[in-house]
Nanobody
Framework: QVHLVESGGGLRQAGASLRLSCTTA????????VGWFRQVPGKEREFVAT???????EYYVDSVRGRFTISRNGVKAVYLQMNSLKSEDTAVYFC?????????WGQGTQVTVSS
């Protein structure tokens, strides 16, 4: 069982930075890719970034590439460093793991960027 917990959200002005954390209270991330998604009310959840199981590769949606960086620390934590924040980055951010054919999500953390 993978139990994901996101943290680090908050209110920032445009241009500021924020770092989100995703940790697991249950089974570790060992062997799994981990992704970050975001969602605003009334819209579908959107892919933001993912990192492979070994940390060797990262993938980003075009709108955040060059501003956001995903990284992992061992087998229990994944981070999303968000720089040069824009108002359109405002959303609830979720981390995601697909393990043994199951989709696991955390409860999300709110990021609000004021212009």
């Amino acid at each position: 069982q993978v139990h994901l917990v996101e943290s680090g959200g908050g209110l920032r002005q445009a241009g500021a930075s924020l770092r989100l954390s995703c940790t697991t209270a249950g089974q570790s991330f060992r062997g799994y890719a981990v992704g970050w998604f975001r969602q605003v009310p009334g819209k579908e959840r959107e892919f933001v970034a993912t990192i492979t199981w070994d940390g060797g590769s990262e993938y980003y949606v075009d709108s955040v590439r060059g501003r956001f960086t995903i990284s992992r620390n061992g087998v229990k934590a994944v981070y999303l460093q968000m720089n040069s924040l824009k108002s359109e980055d405002t959303a609830v951010y979720f981390c995601n793991v697909v393990a043994a054919g199951k989709d696991y999500w955390g409860q999300g953390t709110q990021v609000t960027v004021s212009s």
